[in-house]
């Protein structure tokens, strides 16, 4: 299956983000809005929408006492979601360069290249991330699990829209404690599947050599696409190689959770 490369999902993410700041604001006396407010011994005056890409913060809530909190939000209807949307340098990866210059080689070579639909030249920039996906080491992993993990404060709470059973479902971000401290020093390895290049599955082996699938990914793409890329889009004058960490099995993850509260609407 295709991902999205001309920015649906951060539109529909933000459009997701402002809806639910709506309901919290309409629907005061719903279950989470209660428990935050027994939590902190505090009234809720308002929710308001945060957003961009800079933070994870995508929502504040601020309370009668003066305290600010803020919460992650994350859209479920099928398949998988994003904690984190990166670059290679950020982690410090060292073959971030050399993808940098590979890529640019790329554009100059193919400047005057008409891009087909599927296939062709699109086809060679996915084979180019998949060679980049390849040199992945355990340090990087370690590093970019951990940038989903307690990184902006007073944001510990994530709240799911899961559009299939319309409920608001709020986890502590602790329930990503299992793989995304950085304190746990797990052996990850990562595991390809036929129909996703430029991705690969996150697992972790045992002494024993047990592997454990943690149902998360890692997925390298260019964040505006290759017509970005060769300088053929409208929308976008240049187009960069980003990091992303995946939830898959959505529903799963969401059962697993512990201490969850549930807001129908």
Request: proline share 3%; aromatic share 8%.
């Amino acid at each position: 299956m295709p991902f999205p490369s001309k920015g649906e999902n951060h539109i529909n993410g933000i459009k997701n983000e402002k809806d639910i700041v709506s309901y919290m604001n309409k629907y005061s006396d719903n279950p989470i809005t209660k428990f935050f407010e027994q939590t902190y011994s505090s009234k809720i005056n308002s929710f308001e929408h945060q957003g961009g890409t800079k933070q994870k913060r995508d929502a504040s809530y601020n309370f009668e006492n003066g305290k600010i909190k803020g919460v992650s939000i994350k859209h479920h209807k099928n398949g998988s979601f994003d904690w984190i949307n990166t670059t290679p340098k950020k982690i410090g990866a060292h073959w971030s360069s050399d993808l940098n210059d590979t890529l640019m080689a790329f554009k100059e070579n193919h400047k005057d290249t008409q891009i087909p639909k599927k296939a062709g030249i699109r086809d060679d920039v996915d084979n180019i991330l998949s060679t980049y996906l390849d040199k992945i080491s355990l340090k990087d992993i370690r590093q970019l699990l951990s940038k989903v993990y307690r990184t902006e404060e007073n944001t510990d709470t994530i709240i799911i829209n899961d559009k299939k059973s319309k409920q608001l479902i709020m986890i502590s971000e602790s329930n990503l404690d299992p793989y995304c401290n950085p304190n746990k020093c797990y052996k990850f390895i990562l595991k390809s599947t036929p129909r996703a290049k430029t991705s690969r599955q996150i697992w972790i082996k045992s002494a024993d050599g047990f592997e454990t699938n943690t149902n998360l990914r890692i997925r390298l793409h260019l964040n505006n696409g290759i017509t970005a890329l060769l300088g053929k889009s409208k929308a976008n004058k240049s187009s960069t190689p980003s990091l992303k960490i995946q939830q898959d099995k959505v529903d799963t993850f969401i059962s697993k959770c512990f201490g969850k509260v549930i807001a129908n609407y």
